[in-house]
Protein backbone atom coordinates (compact mmCIF):
# COMPACT_ATOMS: atom_id res chain seq x y z
CA UNK A 1 0.00 0.00 0.00
CA UNK A 2 1.42 3.36 -0.98
CA UNK A 3 1.83 5.54 1.66
CA UNK A 4 0.23 8.91 0.59
CA UNK A 5 3.29 11.01 -1.21
CA UNK A 6 3.18 14.07 1.54
CA UNK A 7 4.00 11.54 4.12
CA UNK A 8 6.62 9.67 2.67
CA UNK A 9 8.16 13.21 1.38
CA UNK A 10 7.64 14.31 5.24
CA UNK A 11 9.28 11.37 6.54
CA UNK A 12 12.15 11.75 4.54
CA UNK A 13 12.22 15.62 5.18
CA UNK A 14 11.96 14.95 9.14
CA UNK A 15 14.86 12.04 8.63
CA UNK A 16 17.44 14.20 6.94
CA UNK A 17 19.06 15.44 10.49
CA UNK A 18 20.99 12.79 10.46
CA UNK A 19 22.84 13.31 13.54
CA UNK A 20 20.08 11.89 15.59
CA UNK A 21 20.78 8.71 14.68
CA UNK A 22 24.82 9.24 15.86
CA UNK A 23 26.18 6.42 17.48
CA UNK A 24 23.32 4.08 16.28
CA UNK A 25 24.35 0.90 14.50
CA UNK A 26 20.97 1.49 11.81
CA UNK A 27 21.62 -0.20 9.00
CA UNK A 28 24.68 -2.41 10.87
CA UNK A 29 23.35 -5.99 11.54
CA UNK A 30 24.84 -7.86 14.43
CA UNK A 31 24.22 -11.64 15.39
CA UNK A 32 21.16 -12.02 17.25
CA UNK A 33 21.16 -13.50 20.65
CA UNK A 34 21.44 -17.06 20.17
CA UNK A 35 22.81 -17.09 16.87
CA UNK A 36 20.68 -18.34 14.26
CA UNK A 37 20.66 -18.14 10.68
CA UNK A 38 21.37 -15.20 8.54
CA UNK A 39 17.59 -14.48 8.54
CA UNK A 40 18.39 -13.99 12.42
CA UNK A 41 20.40 -10.96 11.77
CA UNK A 42 18.77 -8.05 13.80
CA UNK A 43 19.77 -4.52 12.91
CA UNK A 44 18.79 -1.25 14.71
CA UNK A 45 19.78 1.74 16.14
CA UNK A 46 20.43 2.48 19.80
CA UNK A 47 16.64 3.30 20.68
CA UNK A 48 15.03 0.55 18.28
CA UNK A 49 16.33 -3.05 18.61
CA UNK A 50 15.06 -5.10 15.38
CA UNK A 51 15.39 -8.61 15.16
CA UNK A 52 14.16 -10.08 11.66
CA UNK A 53 13.18 -13.94 10.99
CA UNK A 54 13.89 -13.82 7.07
CA UNK A 55 12.40 -16.90 7.35
CA UNK A 56 9.26 -16.28 8.71
CA UNK A 57 8.79 -12.85 7.09
CA UNK A 58 8.47 -11.22 10.94
CA UNK A 59 10.67 -8.40 12.67
CA UNK A 60 10.06 -8.28 16.98
CA UNK A 61 10.91 -4.15 17.22
CA UNK A 62 11.81 -3.56 21.02
CA UNK A 63 11.29 -0.46 22.15
CA UNK A 64 14.96 0.51 24.10
CA UNK A 65 14.97 4.03 25.82
CA UNK A 66 15.12 3.20 29.76
CA UNK A 67 13.70 3.67 32.32
CA UNK A 68 10.53 4.24 30.27
CA UNK A 69 10.34 4.19 26.50
CA UNK A 70 9.54 7.98 26.52
CA UNK A 71 8.78 8.95 23.50
CA UNK A 72 12.18 11.15 22.96
CA UNK A 73 12.59 13.19 19.71
CA UNK A 74 15.25 10.72 18.52
CA UNK A 75 12.93 7.30 19.79
CA UNK A 76 10.43 8.89 17.01
CA UNK A 77 12.64 9.10 14.42
CA UNK A 78 14.42 6.19 15.17
CA UNK A 79 10.76 4.42 15.02
CA UNK A 80 10.14 5.51 11.56
CA UNK A 81 13.55 4.98 10.03
CA UNK A 82 13.59 1.06 11.15
CA UNK A 83 9.87 0.56 10.54
CA UNK A 84 10.64 2.21 6.63
CA UNK A 85 13.62 -0.05 6.37
CA UNK A 86 11.36 -3.37 7.02
CA UNK A 87 8.37 -2.07 4.71
CA UNK A 88 10.70 -1.66 1.91
CA UNK A 89 12.36 -4.81 2.37
CA UNK A 90 9.82 -7.28 0.86
CA UNK A 91 11.32 -9.76 2.77
CA UNK A 92 9.13 -8.80 5.87
CA UNK A 93 5.23 -9.10 5.67
CA UNK A 94 4.86 -8.45 9.82
CA UNK A 95 6.10 -6.75 12.95
CA UNK A 96 5.27 -6.85 16.51
CA UNK A 97 6.13 -3.96 18.18
CA UNK A 98 7.16 -4.40 21.98
CA UNK A 99 9.28 -3.07 24.90
CA UNK A 100 12.82 -4.09 25.78
CA UNK A 101 12.19 -1.88 29.24
CA UNK A 102 10.88 -4.22 32.26
CA UNK A 103 7.01 -2.87 33.12
CA UNK A 104 7.12 -0.27 30.92
CA UNK A 105 5.94 -0.72 27.45
CA UNK A 106 6.05 3.36 26.66
CA UNK A 107 5.25 5.95 28.75
CA UNK A 108 4.11 8.41 25.99
CA UNK A 109 5.32 11.91 25.09
CA UNK A 110 8.62 12.53 26.62
CA UNK A 111 7.07 15.71 28.41
CA UNK A 112 10.55 16.55 28.71
CA UNK A 113 10.33 17.40 24.80
CA UNK A 114 8.00 19.90 25.43
CA UNK A 115 8.27 20.88 28.72
CA UNK A 116 10.02 24.61 29.11
CA UNK A 117 11.20 24.25 25.32
CA UNK A 118 11.03 26.51 22.65
CA UNK A 119 8.01 26.86 20.23
CA UNK A 120 10.22 25.51 17.41
CA UNK A 121 11.03 22.38 19.23
CA UNK A 122 7.65 21.38 20.09
CA UNK A 123 7.16 21.77 16.40
CA UNK A 124 8.92 20.00 15.28
CA UNK A 125 8.63 17.25 17.70
CA UNK A 126 4.80 17.25 17.31
CA UNK A 127 5.57 16.31 13.56
CA UNK A 128 7.95 13.61 14.38
CA UNK A 129 5.11 12.54 16.62
CA UNK A 130 2.72 12.97 13.73
CA UNK A 131 5.25 11.07 11.63
CA UNK A 132 5.49 8.43 13.79
CA UNK A 133 1.43 8.04 14.15
CA UNK A 134 0.93 7.97 10.10
CA UNK A 135 3.77 5.33 9.29
CA UNK A 136 2.22 3.02 12.00
CA UNK A 137 -1.24 3.85 11.26
CA UNK A 138 -0.94 3.00 7.80
CA UNK A 139 1.52 0.85 7.41
CA UNK A 140 1.52 -1.55 4.61
CA UNK A 141 3.06 -4.58 7.10
CA UNK A 142 0.83 -6.55 9.69
CA UNK A 143 1.55 -4.80 13.27
CA UNK A 144 0.92 -6.72 16.12
CA UNK A 145 1.62 -4.72 19.25
CA UNK A 146 2.63 -7.00 22.34
CA UNK A 147 1.65 -4.87 25.57
CA UNK A 148 4.25 -6.25 28.02
CA UNK A 149 4.13 -2.88 30.12
CA UNK A 150 2.41 0.05 31.24
CA UNK A 151 0.51 1.75 28.21
CA UNK A 152 -0.44 5.33 28.66
CA UNK A 153 -1.74 8.22 26.30
CA UNK A 154 1.10 8.10 23.51
CA UNK A 155 2.43 4.14 23.83
CA UNK A 156 -1.52 3.91 23.87
CA UNK A 157 -1.64 5.58 20.45
CA UNK A 158 1.55 3.47 19.22
CA UNK A 159 -0.70 0.41 19.95
CA UNK A 160 -3.79 1.74 18.95
CA UNK A 161 -2.21 1.99 15.40
CA UNK A 162 -1.22 -1.36 15.34
CA UNK A 163 -3.79 -4.43 13.61
CA UNK A 164 -4.54 -5.99 16.72
CA UNK A 165 -3.12 -5.91 20.97
CA UNK A 166 -1.76 -8.30 23.14
CA UNK A 167 -1.63 -7.26 26.97
CA UNK A 168 0.44 -8.64 29.79
CA UNK A 169 -2.47 -9.41 32.12
CA UNK A 170 -0.77 -7.40 34.87
CA UNK A 171 -2.98 -5.11 37.37
CA UNK A 172 -0.19 -2.62 36.67
CA UNK A 173 -0.14 -2.61 33.40
CA UNK A 174 -2.70 -0.30 32.90
CA UNK A 175 -3.73 1.79 28.93
CA UNK A 176 -5.46 4.14 27.73
CA UNK A 177 -5.61 8.14 26.40
CA UNK A 178 -4.95 10.19 30.12
CA UNK A 179 -4.26 13.18 29.00
CA UNK A 180 -6.74 15.02 30.52
CA UNK A 181 -5.02 13.99 33.67
CA UNK A 182 -2.03 15.90 33.02
CA UNK A 183 -4.53 18.80 31.88
CA UNK A 184 -3.94 18.56 28.66
CA UNK A 185 -5.65 16.96 25.58
CA UNK A 186 -5.63 14.11 22.84
CA UNK A 187 -5.51 15.98 19.39
CA UNK A 188 -8.74 14.76 17.30
CA UNK A 189 -6.57 12.24 15.24
CA UNK A 190 -6.00 10.16 18.85
CA UNK A 191 -9.37 10.56 19.38
CA UNK A 192 -9.94 9.45 15.77
CA UNK A 193 -8.20 6.36 16.73
CA UNK A 194 -9.38 6.22 19.98
CA UNK A 195 -13.46 6.24 18.54
CA UNK A 196 -12.33 3.75 15.89
CA UNK A 197 -11.17 1.27 18.16
CA UNK A 198 -13.77 1.31 21.15
CA UNK A 199 -16.86 3.45 19.70
CA UNK A 200 -17.53 6.78 19.93
CA UNK A 201 -19.22 6.75 23.93
CA UNK A 202 -16.58 4.90 25.48
CA UNK A 203 -14.53 6.97 23.96
CA UNK A 204 -16.23 10.12 25.00
CA UNK A 205 -15.87 9.23 28.90
CA UNK A 206 -12.44 7.36 28.53
CA UNK A 207 -11.44 10.75 26.95
CA UNK A 208 -12.67 13.08 29.37
CA UNK A 209 -11.57 11.41 32.36
CA UNK A 210 -8.23 10.11 31.24
CA UNK A 211 -8.95 6.67 31.99
CA UNK A 212 -5.84 4.17 32.25
CA UNK A 213 -7.68 0.71 31.99
CA UNK A 214 -6.39 -2.58 33.87
CA UNK A 215 -6.32 -5.64 31.61
CA UNK A 216 -9.89 -6.96 32.25
CA UNK A 217 -11.64 -3.74 31.31
CA UNK A 218 -9.34 -2.94 28.92
CA UNK A 219 -10.38 -6.38 26.97
CA UNK A 220 -14.26 -5.89 27.90
CA UNK A 221 -14.09 -1.82 26.28
CA UNK A 222 -11.90 -3.48 23.43
CA UNK A 223 -8.68 -1.34 23.60
CA UNK A 224 -7.05 -4.54 23.34
CA UNK A 225 -7.84 -7.94 21.78
CA UNK A 226 -5.95 -10.45 23.92
CA UNK A 227 -5.35 -10.65 27.57
CA UNK A 228 -2.48 -13.16 28.48
CA UNK A 229 -0.35 -14.00 31.39
CA UNK A 230 2.74 -12.12 31.20
CA UNK A 231 4.97 -14.97 29.67
CA UNK A 232 2.70 -15.83 27.01
CA UNK A 233 2.70 -12.31 25.17
CA UNK A 234 5.20 -12.82 22.83
CA UNK A 235 4.07 -16.18 21.80
CA UNK A 236 0.43 -14.94 21.33
CA UNK A 237 1.65 -12.16 19.59
CA UNK A 238 3.18 -14.40 17.24
CA UNK A 239 0.29 -16.89 16.95
CA UNK A 240 -2.04 -14.10 16.01
CA UNK A 241 0.81 -12.65 13.42
CA UNK A 242 0.46 -15.98 11.53
CA UNK A 243 -3.41 -15.89 11.32
CA UNK A 244 -3.43 -12.21 9.62
CA UNK A 245 -0.45 -13.63 7.78
CA UNK A 246 -2.89 -16.57 6.41
CA UNK A 247 -4.45 -13.60 4.37
CA UNK A 248 -3.16 -12.69 1.27
CA UNK A 249 -1.22 -8.85 1.81
CA UNK A 250 -2.66 -7.47 -1.42
CA UNK A 251 -6.34 -7.84 -0.28
CA UNK A 252 -5.77 -7.12 3.45
CA UNK A 253 -3.49 -4.15 3.01
CA UNK A 254 -6.11 -2.78 0.05
CA UNK A 255 -8.72 -3.34 2.99
CA UNK A 256 -6.58 -1.65 5.75
CA UNK A 257 -6.46 1.50 3.90
CA UNK A 258 -10.19 1.26 2.74
CA UNK A 259 -10.90 1.43 6.58
CA UNK A 260 -8.16 3.91 7.41
CA UNK A 261 -7.16 6.19 4.93
CA UNK A 262 -9.86 8.75 5.58
CA UNK A 263 -8.63 9.17 9.15
CA UNK A 264 -5.76 9.84 8.41
CA UNK A 265 -6.38 11.81 5.78
CA UNK A 266 -7.97 14.28 8.44
CA UNK A 267 -4.42 14.94 9.49
CA UNK A 268 -2.99 15.06 6.37
CA UNK A 269 -4.86 17.72 5.08
CA UNK A 270 -5.02 20.08 8.18
CA UNK A 271 -1.15 18.90 9.60
CA UNK A 272 0.23 22.21 9.62
CA UNK A 273 -2.69 23.58 11.54
CA UNK A 274 -2.27 21.02 13.94
CA UNK A 275 1.53 21.37 14.90
CA UNK A 276 0.49 25.04 14.97
CA UNK A 277 -2.27 24.00 17.38
CA UNK A 278 -0.23 21.73 19.39
CA UNK A 279 2.73 24.95 19.78
CA UNK A 280 0.50 26.98 20.90
CA UNK A 281 -1.83 25.25 23.30
CA UNK A 282 1.50 23.40 25.00
CA UNK A 283 3.17 26.80 25.35
CA UNK A 284 0.77 28.13 27.07
CA UNK A 285 1.69 29.48 30.74
CA UNK A 286 -0.83 27.07 32.25
CA UNK A 287 -0.26 24.66 30.39
CA UNK A 288 3.30 24.71 31.21
CA UNK A 289 2.53 24.91 34.58
CA UNK A 290 0.60 21.76 34.45
CA UNK A 291 3.26 19.36 32.50
CA UNK A 292 6.01 20.82 35.25
CA UNK A 293 3.60 19.93 38.36
CA UNK A 294 2.96 16.31 36.72
CA UNK A 295 6.52 15.67 36.03
CA UNK A 296 7.49 17.06 39.63
CA UNK A 297 4.63 14.07 40.66
CA UNK A 298 6.25 11.55 38.63
CA UNK A 299 10.01 12.35 40.11
CA UNK A 300 8.79 12.81 43.84
CA UNK A 301 6.97 9.43 43.37
CA UNK A 302 10.14 7.46 43.80
CA UNK A 303 11.11 9.43 47.10
C1 LIG B 1 -3.73 19.82 21.22
C2 LIG B 1 -2.94 18.58 21.62
C3 LIG B 1 -2.13 18.93 22.81
C4 LIG B 1 -1.40 18.07 23.44
C5 LIG B 1 -1.28 16.66 22.99
C6 LIG B 1 -0.75 15.89 24.11
C7 LIG B 1 -0.63 14.41 23.88
C8 LIG B 1 -0.04 13.73 24.88
C9 LIG B 1 0.21 12.30 24.86
C10 LIG B 1 1.17 11.87 25.94
O1 LIG B 1 1.79 10.87 25.79
S1 LIG B 1 1.42 12.89 27.35
C11 LIG B 1 2.43 11.83 28.40
C12 LIG B 1 1.54 10.96 29.21
N1 LIG B 1 2.32 9.95 29.93
C13 LIG B 1 2.05 9.64 31.19
O2 LIG B 1 1.18 10.17 31.84
C14 LIG B 1 2.92 8.56 31.81
C15 LIG B 1 3.71 9.12 32.97
N2 LIG B 1 4.54 8.08 33.55
C16 LIG B 1 4.02 7.13 34.38
O3 LIG B 1 2.83 7.02 34.64
C17 LIG B 1 5.02 6.13 34.96
O4 LIG B 1 6.31 6.66 34.76
C18 LIG B 1 4.95 4.74 34.29
C19 LIG B 1 3.68 4.02 34.72
C20 LIG B 1 5.03 4.86 32.77
C21 LIG B 1 6.17 3.93 34.79
O5 LIG B 1 6.19 3.97 36.21
P1 LIG B 1 7.53 3.53 36.96
O6 LIG B 1 8.05 2.28 36.39
O7 LIG B 1 7.24 3.63 38.42
O8 LIG B 1 8.61 4.67 36.57
P2 LIG B 1 8.66 6.15 37.19
O9 LIG B 1 7.30 6.75 37.22
O10 LIG B 1 9.48 6.12 38.43
O11 LIG B 1 9.46 6.93 36.01
C22 LIG B 1 10.86 6.67 35.82
C23 LIG B 1 11.47 7.97 35.36
O12 LIG B 1 10.88 8.31 34.07
C24 LIG B 1 10.29 9.61 34.15
N3 LIG B 1 9.12 9.61 33.28
C25 LIG B 1 8.05 8.78 33.35
N4 LIG B 1 7.16 9.05 32.37
C26 LIG B 1 7.70 10.08 31.64
C27 LIG B 1 7.27 10.83 30.48
N5 LIG B 1 6.12 10.55 29.85
N6 LIG B 1 8.07 11.82 30.02
C28 LIG B 1 9.25 12.11 30.65
N7 LIG B 1 9.74 11.44 31.76
C29 LIG B 1 8.94 10.44 32.22
C30 LIG B 1 9.95 9.80 35.60
O13 LIG B 1 9.83 11.18 35.89
C31 LIG B 1 11.15 9.17 36.26
O14 LIG B 1 12.22 10.09 36.12
P3 LIG B 1 13.38 10.18 37.23
O15 LIG B 1 14.23 11.32 36.77
O16 LIG B 1 12.69 10.41 38.54
O17 LIG B 1 14.07 8.83 37.17
Known amino acids: MALASGVRFAARALLRPWA ?12 AAGGGGDGARRFGSQRVLVEPDAASGVAVMKLRNPPVNALSLELLTELVISLEKLENDKTFRGVILTSDCPRVFCAGLDLTEICGRNPAHCAEYWKAMQELWLRT ?7 VAAINGACP ?23 GLNETLLGIIAPFWLKDT ?13 LQLGSL ?5 ALQVGLVDQVVPEDQVQSTALSE ?16 NMMRKATADRLLRQRDADT ?27 G
Open 213 to 217: FPPAE
Open 276 to 302: QNFVSFVCRDSIQKSLQAYLEKLRQRK
Open 241 to 256: MARWLAVPDHARQLTK
Open 137 to 143: YLSSLVL
Open 20 to 31: LLRGTTLGRTEP
Open 153 to 175: AGGCIIALSCDCRVLADNPKYRI
Open 194 to 206: YVNTIGHRASEQA
